[in-house]
């Protein structure tokens, strides 16, 4: 079977650091996606990775190991504005996403 | 640029009653069209996907049914409403081109008594 496994919920400081990490066993892979989502709203692209390795925007960075099955979003001098979900998603062997169930994070002052 | 809407934006019907949720891209042409379902607290369940005008694929057998009447537009639909319809409905489109996103629109509460 397919299966995205994200933590369920993280605390953190504001302008502290997090890690939010995501595992998948998918039958193919064709990239991963982060994506973001404020409570009550859609989510929004924040990265894409398919090469293994660390990419970075800003404040925000994706990691990729495909021979680990594991993907990690890290998010630096946090915002309370940052407090969301965060999605993890793999494009499969049709090119169809895979979502896990997100990872609500909680910024504290 | 592309832009996707969607609505209504809530919705409250009855069980048993119909249901019509229209989604409708600008800026780009053919899109790769979805409809998904997120229940509070989860994940998104793909519901229906659409790679052309009329190409409809379904994810989930249920009471639901999708079609595709023109190329930007998508439309979710139900004869009967179940208790267990009740979600945020949520569109997206996406290039179908290998590493591009999907793009969401602003998705539809759906709450049924």
């Known amino acids: 079977g397919q299966n995205i496994d994200q933590p369920t919920e993280m605390t953190a400081t504001e302008g502290a650091i997090v890690q939010i990490n995501c595992t998948y066993q998918?039958?193919?892979?064709?990239?991963l996606f982060w994506y973001q989502q404020h409570a009550g709203e859609a989510p929004t692209f924040l990265s894409y990775?398919?090469l293994d390795g660390l990419e970075e925007k800003g404040r925000f960075s994706s990691f990729l190991s495909r021979s680990k099955g594991y993907s990690y979003l890290l998010l630096k001098e946090l915002q309370m504005k940052d407090s969301a979900s965060y999605l993890c998603?793999?494009?499969?062997?049709?090119?169809?996403?895979?979502w896990g169930a997100g990872t609500k994070l909680i910024i504290k002052p | 640029s592309q832009t996707i809407h969607q609505w209504p934006a809530t919705l409250v019907q009855p069980v048993g009653s119909p249901l019509s949720l229209e989604c409708t891209v600008e800026g780009t042409s053919n899109p790769n069209l979805y409809w998904y379902r997120q229940a509070a607290g989860r994940g998104l369940q793909l519901l229906f996907y659409?790679?052309?005008?009329?190409?409809i694929s379904s994810e989930v057998p249920q009471n639901l049914s999708a079609s595709r009447p023109q190329d930007r537009q998508f439309i979710l639909s139900s004869k009967k409403l179940l208790l267990s319809d009740s979600g945020f409905y949520l569109c997206?489109?996406?290039?179908?081109?290998?590493?591009?996103?999907?793009?969401f629109g602003d998705g539809t509460r759906l709450s049924i008594l």
């Open positions: 998603a793999v494009s499969d062997s049709n090119y169809q996403l895979i």
């Open positions: 997206a489109w996406s290039s179908g081109v290998e590493g591009q996103p999907q793009h």
């Open positions: 659409s790679v052309g005008i009329g190409q």
């Open positions: 998918t039958s193919g892979f064709n990239g």
């Open positions: 990775n398919v």
